[in-house]
């Protein structure tokens, strides 16, 4: 899937990701400059606590990831103590400890904006410290801003290529999750996205957008005049490992 979002990202002088989420897109491109946004100030934090910090961050991370902190006694614990942190750097620590040892990794929030996704139980969580470093070699240039997709994407032009992973609309009445952050994204903000696409590929943008390949989603992206192209993944749609199986995918093209 990766290779595929590559190939129809193109060339540009920037890549603008409003949706940067694990940043995976980017740190797998070749541009100049990135501008990265998304709508959850803990994962922005992180980004710019480990850009800052580099080695020292990792090193002071790596000391939440311990035997005895395996345990749910422990996890709680922390979600507590991270529900209640201010101060960023500790926050920060505690949001890839909560990402790593909790279920599934889904980071999840009330309405009152708790993380709230309970313990995973899993046998030897795995500090991400190469992955960290390298972020911090590949990410060096990059602007991180915790931003509404509209705002983000308006700050785009000609040259610039944006890649919009948006919160995918459901497969199914019951694949609904509460809310990664505060806020959601509906149906409605679905179609602000295509329309936005849509202006900036007239301002000489390149929008590449990808989500579940949908009735609904198809027939929004083919009336916003994107080019259309689908595929298959092999994805993890349910919490019984035995309903894993490919769902089809697509990518809108905005030029």
């Known amino acids: 899937m990766r290779d595929k979002i590559l190939a129809a990202l193109g060339q540009g002088n920037r890549l603008i ?7 995976a897109v980017s740190l797998n491109a070749n ?3 990135y501008r990265l946004a998304d709508s959850n100030p803990d994962l922005i934090m992180l980004y710019r606590q480990l850009l800052r910090e580099k080695e020292r961050f990792i090193v ?43 279920y599934n990794g889904l980071c999840r929030y009330n309405s009152k904006g708790i993380f709230n996704t309970p313990f995973g139980r899993y046998r030897k969580p795995r ?8 972020f911090i070699v590949a990410m060096a240039n990059a602007v991180f801003e915790n931003a509404d997709y509209q705002d983000t994407m308006e700050k785009a032009g000609k040259g610039d290529v944006v890649y919009c992973d948006p919160p995918y ?52 992206y083919k009336d916003s005049n994107a080019g259309i192209s689908t595929f298959e993944v092999q994805r993890s749609i349910s919490c019984n490992a035995d309903n894993r ?11």
Not at 17 to 23: N, Q, T
Not at 127 to 132: A, Q, S, V
Not at 245 to 255: N, Q
């Open 127 to 134: 500090m991400p410290r190469n992955e960290m470093a390298h």
């Open 31 to 33: 541009f100049k400059k």
């Open 245 to 255: 199986k490919k769902v089809k995918e697509i990518l809108a093209v905005f030029s």
């Open 17 to 23: 990701e409003p949706f940067v989420g694990s940043a």
């Open 60 to 102: 002071y991370a790596e000391t939440l990831f311990t035997e005895q902190n395996n345990s749910e006694e422990s996890y709680y614990r922390f979600r507590d103590e991270f529900n209640a942190c201010k101060e960023k750097r500790r926050r920060a620590a505690l949001f890839i400890y909560l990402n790593r040892h909790c």
């Open 169 to 220: 609309v459901p497969l199914s009445a019951t694949s609904y999750f509460t809310d990664y952050h505060v806020g959601g994204f509906n149906w409605d903000d679905q179609v602000l996205l295509a329309e936005k696409a849509e202006q900036l590929a007239r301002r000489g943008v390149r929008v590449v957008i990808s989500n579940h390949d949908t009735k609904e989603i198809r027939k929004l």
